[in-house]
């Protein structure tokens, strides 16, 4: 295939081609419990997508991915190998077939997981699902002879999906987030770590729903988010906190993420936050897509960044 980018609107089609592909390879591979998913944009209705369907073909165990590549090379497949995404084995079709895209692998692999729960999510959000399929169309046209830069630019709203879908890869899943309004149980918690808030103002904001605890599977906080309202009309993020035994493992943009969700429920268009100059949280929340918006330099302070987010 070209190096070309083309993207197009939703063809129904893509189905009956995954449902003939299926059924293609799937003679060859009747021995194994295997379990055939069309994945990638084409899998979700009304996404625009490149029109090539992507195809996961999963296994039960490892060893059954080698039987699987030996059966498939009798219909023409070429094993590419693992192509970067470990565990995950790719095939060029045969010739004379459709092009199109497909993987063997066992269920653990990350990159299964990942197509599976970005499909799903896509497909129960048709509003987030147009505004990819927007998206793709404009880099399309903008990066039509840039396959890298197309996908990479495309890259943080999938990592956005990916982390509101709750989404972990093999390394972060020991960890099992929770969040969830805070009642007066967590005001002993908040009290003695958040040193940026007058006292007396905590149980009104437990009160008012303004702050969320993240807690672990066995309800233990290790963490809180807490926000108030600038010009008392736009939802403004003032403090997330994350225990030291749980910082770097993808919390914190988690729990933005979650707040952004939870304030376009509320009918909010846009958020609001702020970070020291100083503070590498600048380019934490320029990666999730906030942009400054300003700043306040108070005495011997150092300078203040505001950011916005269009939700």
């Not at 073909?57 to 009798?74: E, F, W, Y």
């Not at 095939?91 to 799903?120: K, M, S």
């Not at 497909?123 to 169309?137: F, S, T, V």
Request: hydrophobic share 40%.
């Amino acid at each position: 295939m070209g190096s070309s980018v083309v993207v197009v609107e939703y063809d129904p089609s893509w189905v009956l081609l995954f449902e003939q592909l299926r059924d293609f390879v799937l003679p060859v591979l009747s021995d194994l419990n295997v379990r055939i998913e069309h994945v990638g944009s084409t899998a979700v209705p009304g996404l625009a997508a490149k029109p090539i369907v992507d195809i996961d073909v999963i296994v039960s165990k490892q060893a059954d991915v080698q039987t699987a590549i030996l059966g498939l090379a009798t219909l023409g497949y070429v094993h590419e190998g693992d192509l970067g995404a470990a565990g995950r084995e790719a095939f060029i079709p045969p010739a004379g077939i459709t092009w199109h895209h497909l993987y063997v692998c066992t269920v653990e692999n990350d990159e299964y997981q990942r197509h599976i729960i970005f499909r799903d999510y896509l497909r129960i959000h048709p509003e987030d699902a147009k505004i990819y399929g927007n998206l793709k169309l404009e880099l399309a046209q903008r990066f039509h002879n840039d396959r890298a830069s197309y996908t990479n630019a495309k890259s943080e709203f999938v990592q956005e999906i990916l982390v509101r879908a709750g989404w972990k890869c093999q390394h972060e899943r020991g960890i099992e987030v929770r969040i969830a309004v805070a009642t007066e149980l967590d005001y002993e918690y908040i009290r003695e770590r958040d040193h940026h808030i007058l006292e007396n103002l905590i149980l009104p904001k437990i009160k008012g729903n303004e702050i969320y605890m993240l807690k672990d599977e066995e309800e233990a906080s290790f963490g809180w988010m807490r926000y108030g309202y600038f010009w008392d009309n736009t939802p403004f993020m003032n403090m997330i906190w994350v225990d030291e035994s749980h910082r770097g493992k993808g919390v914190g943009k988690q729990a933005v993420l979650f707040w952004e969700d939870e304030m376009k429920q509320k009918g909010f268009k846009l958020v609001m936050t702020s970070t020291l100059a100083n503070e590498e949280a600048q380019h934490f929340y320029r990666k999730l897509g906030y942009r400054d918006a300003g700043c306040l330099m108070l005495a011997n302070e150092p300078l203040e960044i505001m950011f916005t987010k269009i939700l």
